[in-house]
């Protein structure tokens, strides 16, 4: 599967400190989600709602999540659970 341009960025945008500046871990994975336009937001879900729904391979999702050069990410055996949640906090 090819990994969208939309999602790098927003993998990217998780920062070392990031957590930090939060008020919550959901405040801050919702000020990156926040942070994109609609239509990037609209690109990113749907990404993670294709990359969550069992099909991918742990390396896979490693690869997807890592393609952005996070400063944060869970253990990999914990990845798609995170995954899950940080989709669960994009608006409908």
């Given at each position: 599967?090819?990994?969208?341009k939309e999602f790098v960025e927003f993998s990217g945008s998780f920062?070392?400190?990031g957590l930090e500046e939060a008020a919550s871990?959901?405040?801050?994975?919702?000020?990156?989600?926040?942070?994109?336009?609609?239509?990037?937001?609209?690109?990113?879900?749907s990404y993670l709602q294709d990359l969550t729904n069992g099909?991918?391979?742990q390396d896979e999702l490693q690869r997807a999540w890592a393609s952005g050069t996070p400063a944060y990410g869970p253990?990999?055996?914990d990845l798609r659970k995170f995954l899950i949640g940080v989709l669960s906090l994009f608006p409908e």
């Amino acid at each position: 599967m090819t990994i969208p341009k939309e999602f790098v960025e927003f993998s990217g945008s998780f920062y070392q400190g990031g957590l930090e500046e939060a008020a919550s871990f959901d405040a801050w994975i919702k000020s990156r989600i926040n942070r994109m336009p609609a239509n990037k937001r609209a690109k990113v879900k749907s990404y993670l709602q294709d990359l969550t729904n069992g099909k991918d391979n742990q390396d896979e999702l490693q690869r997807a999540w890592a393609s952005g050069t996070p400063a944060y990410g869970p253990a990999a055996k914990d990845l798609r659970k995170f995954l899950i949640g940080v989709l669960s906090l994009f608006p409908e």
